[in-house]
């Protein structure tokens, strides 16, 4: 019986206040399947999964496990019906050890007469990280001291000790290493050797390509489309994803790489309080994209916070050169039109509990002040233009920021700084967790920036974009330049990676 | 029917169905915002029954004035204090402090406003201390603020050692504690803190800072300088409440200000305001829960259960309001 159907839902919503997260979503999986659910940054895949396993319980709808009624409370309860989750946030109470982490919630296991056996308890846990090949990893360590990784494995003996039969695991916005990776690889194989089902949520869609056997992709919620076999191929899933073919280009399509020779910013010598940059110039053009590359520890993101006057400079100093001013602080650099947009958008680009309109206006308030009163209408008046330019998705400029998409919240990022007026931008992994759709429309507006003579300095961990974008590609290693490429079809990624390791 | 019919029945049920959701969404907004001033209406009306219409009366109207006077000044600059988050205890002993200090220098001959404004130094400088130990050294503000209401108290104490108590001259400035007076005060005090609030960089800056202060930071707001500000403007409102407390029970001594620091916090709470500020700050919340928190000390001290139920009725419905307006899941009450 290989095509016996594990595990099915029929209708489900799920809303979030008035955000309808799920929309009258079917889906089945059935034994031996790998189904990769694909869809873009808020199109419910986290939601969907989620509620299979317990973790919230859908608005309406009907779940089935093994052909019978399936409605579970918990996680917990779900996982003794059989069905496991990876979840995509690290899951685990770093202050108890390991073993207890994979038990939590299942201690009864090991009770006599109501005393813990934790012998009994370690020897288990013990046996399972042998299991999933993570022996490297003591059941009796505190997660506390664990990495990132190995946290996630601990997780995955969690998911893995009761024998699943289905499987999910949800990567859609952190990604594990390669020690992860393999063991994920493992662990499908394996499970599907023994007939039993997966359901995999990535971003990588060349992952996807080789690890499933099936795809169901959602939009908005709702169900759009499903490949199976042969059609499982990167080209047939992007299309689905953003729901209309993304047709030419992706990047910018010139290998014009000149720009300007008036010099806009002038980095002298910078060295940084931690020491990851040394003794750094660099000067940066009118009508520039300079890209900055390298391996994560490479000093490139310091470099940006340095030249917007977050971080402190050691040495040297940073030189805005039409009307030579030092820049020494985040006061200076606004002031002189600079926008920095940071890496890590959540904590420290936008206000999640607060509107789009407070969000957008947050660098601008001096500039909209009329003797000290700033108006209901010129707030509204200058956050509808960045909304409108950004065609940021919404139901109006007072809705909430942490109602929307990732790609929507970046949107909202960049709008602080259009709204500001902004001339020279500092974008650190500017399009990191958004999808393809927004990740386009980004790239379109960075270019345009671009023709209108404005700087740019894109800092980025992505290989492909910087070599698509950027007029001049600064590789960095170690805190200091290790290549400059210029703009040319002839540059690789390999080319590039070399220079960085 | 034809498949593009059906399409477009489909797909009209779903914009119904989404309107519906946005329309239930913001009525669970609307009640949430209303419901702290629904409270306050239901409080006076079963008052004024209970009491068969003394609460009403005008005698029962001007101790109002009296009673929630104090407490709605300072709660103006409570306002902007809270919107960044952050409690603070030292608001009552701050007070005592101001006023014992604004005595001293009326009694020693200092002119009436000259003496005011050395109590407005006064205060302002004492929570500039604690914006100084909040900004600077990192220390968290609840903390901060405990050891300036020990400052205060200790300096107090060493003030009014020898008498135990220092006696404003009341005839002297009589016309302060005058109902009118109070009034105009008040409104003049609302009007300009609404303005600062809504309507300029001060109040925009500091929700912004309450929602997110890294944000606010690389976006160009000076939140040193602004969370000096918010402390700076309560200070203002601190001295203003001392002035007026002490020209009403014509003497200064440690117990001034005692029991302020809860009622301003149960005012902040009920107006239905986040203790962790940031944008769903409103400026007039803290200004209805202090008319809340008045009313009902007031009613239930005419229906002559002041302090046999009164505490506990409070306590009550503090736990009421706030289990039944904070989301929980967020944290939003403290974080």
């Known amino acids: 019986m290989g095509n016996e159907v594990l595990i099915s ?153 009761l024998n699943p039969e289905i499987l999910v695991i949800d990567e859609s916005t952190t990604a594990l290493a390669q020690k992860g990776r393999q063991l994920i690889y493992k662990l499908i194989d394996k499970m599907r050797a023994e007939n039993k089902g997966v359901i995999f949520i990535s971003h990588d869609l060349e992952e996807l390509e080789r690890v499933c056997n099936r795809i169901t992709c959602l939009r908005d919620g709702v169900v759009v489309g499903h490949l199976a076999d042969e059609e499982i191929k990167v080209a047939n899933m992007r299309p689905l994803m953003v729901g209309r073919d993304l047709q030419g280009h992706y990047y910018r399509e010139d290998y014009d790489g000149t720009s300007s020779d008036e010099v806009v910013l002038d980095v002298k010598h910078i060295t940084s309080e931690n020491g990851y940059v040394r003794n750094f110039s660099i000067k940066l053009h009118r009508g520039e994209i300079l890209g900055f590359g390298g391996l994560s520890e490479c000093g490139m993101h310091e470099v940006g916070r340095m030249i917007f006057g977050l971080d402190k400079t050691i040495t040297g100093e940073v030189e805005y050169v039409p009307q030579h001013k030092k820049i020494d602080s985040i006061k200076d650099a606004i002031s002189l039109n600079i926008g920095y947009i940071s890496k890590d958008r959540d904590n420290e680009s936008i206000i999640l509990n607060a509107s789009i309109q407070d969000n957008t206006l947050m660098a601008s308030y001096p500039k909209i002040s009329r003797l000290g009163i700033i108006t209901p209408k010129a707030e509204k008046e200058l956050s509808d233009k960045q909304i409108e330019r950004m065609r940021t998705k919404c139901v109006s400029g007072k809705q909430y920021v942490s109602q929307l998409s990732g790609g929507n919240k970046q949107k909202v990022a960049f709008s602080k700084w259009l709204a500001a007026g902004s001339d020279i931008y500092i974008m650190d992994c500017p399009t990191r967790g958004i999808d393809i759709g927004v990740k386009a429309a980004m790239y379109d507006m960075i270019y345009e920036f671009k023709k209108e003579g404005k700087a740019i300095i894109m800092i980025s961990e992505e290989l492909p974009e910087l070599i698509g974008m950027s007029d001049r590609m600064i590789i960095m290693k170690d805190g200091a330049i290790s290549a400059e490429v210029m703009r040319s079809p002839d540059v690789t990624d390999t080319k590039l990676i070399e220079y960085m390791v | 029917m034809d498949t593009e019919t059906v399409k477009k029945n489909a797909n009209r049920t779903e914009e119904e169905i989404q309107e519906e959701l946005i329309r239930r969404q913001k009525r669970k907004e609307t009640i949430t915002s209303i419901l702290p001033v629904v409270g306050l209406v239901v409080l006076v009306v079963l008052f004024t029954v209970l009491t068969k219409g003394q609460f009403i009366g005008m005698d029962n109207l001007k101790l109002l004035v009296n009673q929630c006077f104090t407490m709605c000044v300072i709660v103006v600059g409570g306002a902007f204090l809270y919107s960044i988050g952050g409690l603070d205890m030292a608001i009552g002993a701050i007070m005592a402090l101001s006023a014992t200090v604004l005595t001293l220098a009326f009694n020693a001959g200092v002119p009436f406003v000259i003496s005011f404004l050395i109590g407005v130094v006064v205060s302002v400088a004492c929570m500039s201390v604690t914006a100084f130990i909040r900004n600077y050294l990192k220390v968290t503000p609840f903390i901060a603020s405990l050891c300036m209401m020990n400052i205060c108290q200790g300096l107090v104490l060493t003030a009014i050692a020898s008498t135990g108590r220092i006696v404003f001259n009341y005839s002297q400035a009589a016309w302060v504690d005058d109902t009118v007076t109070k009034i105009i005060t008040l409104v003049l005090l609302i009007f300009v803190g609404y303005v600062l609030f809504n309507y300029t960089s001060i109040g925009k800056s500091l929700k912004a800072i309450g929602g997110n202060a890294t944000a606010a930071r690389i976006s160009g707001i000076k939140v040193e300088k602004m969370v000096f500000i918010a402390y700076a403007i309560v200070g203002i409102t601190i001295a203003i409440g001392g002035l007026f407390t002490v020209v009403r029970s014509g003497v200064a001594d440690n117990t001034l200000g005692t029991g302020l620091n809860l009622n301003v916090m149960t005012a902040i709470v009920l107006g239905g305001f986040p203790l962790t500020g940031g944008a769903n700050a409103k400026f007039h919340a803290p200004l209805i829960g202090a008319l809340t928190v008045t009313v009902l000390t007031n009613g239930l001290g005419l229906l002559g259960q002041a302090n046999a139920m009164g505490y506990a009725i409070k306590g009550l419905l503090f736990i009421i309001v706030v289990a039944s307006t904070y989301e929980k899941s967020k944290g939003k009450l403290i974080s």
Not at chain 1, 24 to 36: I, P, T
């Open chain 1, 9 to 161: 839902c029929r209708g489900i919503c799920k809303n979030f206040g008035a955000t309808r997260a799920l929309i009258n979503v079917d889906f089945e999986l059935r034994r031996g399947e790998v189904c990769g659910l694909i869809g873009e940054n808020g199109s419910g895949k986290s939601t969907l999964t989620s509620i299979f396993a317990g973790v919230q319980p859908a608005t309406s709808g009907e779940m089935f496990r093994a052909g019978e009624h399936y409605k579970p409370h918990n996680m917990v309860e779900a996982q003794k019906a059989g069905v496991a989750m990876i979840v995509q946030e690290a899951g685990t109470l770093p202050g108890i050890d390991v073993a207890s982490n994979i038990f939590i919630g299942n201690y009864e296991m090991f009770g006599r007469m109501g005393v813990l056996n934790k012998k009994k308890m370690y020897a288990e846990a013990t046996r399972i990280l042998e299991e999933i090949g993570a022996a490297d990893i003591k059941a009796t360590t505190k997660v506390a001291v664990l990495n990132f990784e190995d946290r996630k494995i601990v997780e995955i003996a969690r998911a893995m000790y």
